[in-house]
């Protein structure tokens, strides 16, 4: 039972354009919301996060987005860099009301790969 | 500060063997985790300890075991390997568990094979 879906394995972009990461849930009791970025041989870093109670956190390039009548979260990322090159992981935490408490539950993963 | 240290890096295992695998972080955070990283499967919770003296089963936690030593030590240990545990393994610690954000931080991670 996958409660957060990366469903789009790879993703490759230009530079300068936009890349647009999607993830879905299915736990209405998640209440944070991550994006992870991962290089080879390394350990994932964390990137940009969003709590329930909003739609939208902006932070230089990278914003998240939610909408939690759709259970969806995107990451949205402009200009696009070959540097911006990596693996990126969406992960949920559960409120304190949920067995995932405490816990971050993690996507598949989707491969970004940007074009110079 | 070298952040959240795991050793060994990589490490090749017979089917039967046992090892140990280390986490030690230098950032004072009071619950640590461990991940498994197959393809296609993102990172699965092993077990983790929310603070010093508890340790809590995750998702995938069969054929493991673990040990908080202290504060700054969470172990992982595989008593008997199996080639179904080739994967690599992260350490990963956060302040609280319970706190508002829960952002974690991660260590390299173990390349680990089971043959």
């Known amino acids: 039972d996958q409660q957060v879906k990366q469903n789009s394995p790879s993703l490759s972009v230009q530079e300068g354009r936009i890349s647009i990461l999607n993830c879905d849930y299915t736990?209405?009791?998640?209440?944070?919301f991550l994006w992870y970025k991962k290089y080879p041989a390394e350990g994932p870093t964390f990137l940009i996060s969003?709590?329930?109670?909003?739609d939208k956190n902006e932070d230089g390039r990278f914003t998240v987005f939610l909408n939690k009548s759709a259970k969806h979260l995107s990451l949205h990322i402009v200009p696009s860099q070959p540097g911006d090159s990596a693996v990126y992981f969406c992960?949920?935490?559960?409120?304190?009301?949920?067995?995932?408490?405490?816990?971050?539950?993690f996507g598949q993963g989707t491969i970004l790969t940007v074009h110079p | 500060n070298a952040g959240v240290t795991q050793t060994p890096k990589f490490q090749v295992l017979k089917t039967g063997q046992s090892m140990t695998l280390q986490c030690a972080q230098d950032?004072?955070?009071?619950?640590m985790y461990w991940y498994r990283q197959d393809p296609g499967m993102g990172l699965r919770l092993i077990y983790y300890?929310?603070?010093?003296?508890?340790?809590d089963k995750g998702e995938v936690p069969n054929g493991y075991n673990v040990s908080r030593l202290n504060k700054r030590e969470f172990s992982l240990r595989l008593e008997s390997a199996a080639p179904s545990q080739t994967s690599v393994y992260f350490c990963a610690t956060t302040l609280s568990a319970g706190g508002p954000r829960n952002i974690q931080y991660f260590g390299a991670g173990t390349r680990l094979s089971v043959l």
């Open positions: 736990n209405s009791m998640f209440d944070y």
């Open positions: 950032m004072n955070h009071n619950s």
């Open positions: 969003i709590s329930s109670i909003k």
């Open positions: 300890s929310a603070s010093e003296g508890t340790t």
């Open positions: 992960a949920a935490r559960g409120n304190a009301g949920g067995t995932s408490y405490g816990k971050l539950t």
